[in-house]
């Protein structure tokens, strides 16, 4: 048995997902993730702080956070444009075995371990 997590719509005709890059990854407690997955319309420091990086750019791609918890396999995508709260916002299931390919991909390019930041992203531990 395999199990994960994932948003199904209703009678949907189609998906349209959109393409994203992931600017910076922000790591947050287990606690702090449980509150902000239940409450994306609040407003958040860590959100307001990188208000700079989440944007739609002109070919239609989601520049975004990536938020995850400590002990959280998942996570969420972030673009704000422009608010200090989660306006639009993406489940990414498994986000941690995302990264974790991302990394094991890219790995051969780097001696050391790899890092988001090498990753082009950023890490907000």
């Known amino acids: 048995m395999l199990k994960t997590k994932a948003i199904f719509e209703r009678k949907t005709n189609d998906f349209q997902p959109r393409d ?10 287990s606690q702090q993730y ?14 307001r702080n990188n208000i700079d990086l989440m944007y739609c750019d002109r070919e239609g791609i989601y520049h975004c956070l990536l938020v995850v918890g400590e ?20 489940f990414l ?8 390919a991302h990394q094991e991909q ?10 988001p930041e090498s990753l082009g992203m950023k890490m907000n531990l």
Do not use: W
């Not at 994203?20 to 407690?29: A, F, M, R």
């Not at 299931?93 to 974790?100: E, V």
């Not at 890219?106 to 890092?115: A, N, P, V």
């Open 34 to 47: 449980d509150a902000f997955s239940k409450n994306m319309l609040d407003d958040y420091d860590f959100i």
């Open 71 to 90: 002990d959280r396999p998942d996570g969420i995508l972030v673009e704000s444009e422009g608010s200090s709260y989660a306006r639009y916002a993406a």
């Open 106 to 115: 890219t790995q051969g390019l780097h001696d050391e371990k790899l890092k």
């Open 20 to 29: 994203c890059v992931i600017e910076k990854i922000i790591e947050l407690t």
């Open 93 to 100: 299931p498994n986000a941690c075995d995302f990264l974790a």
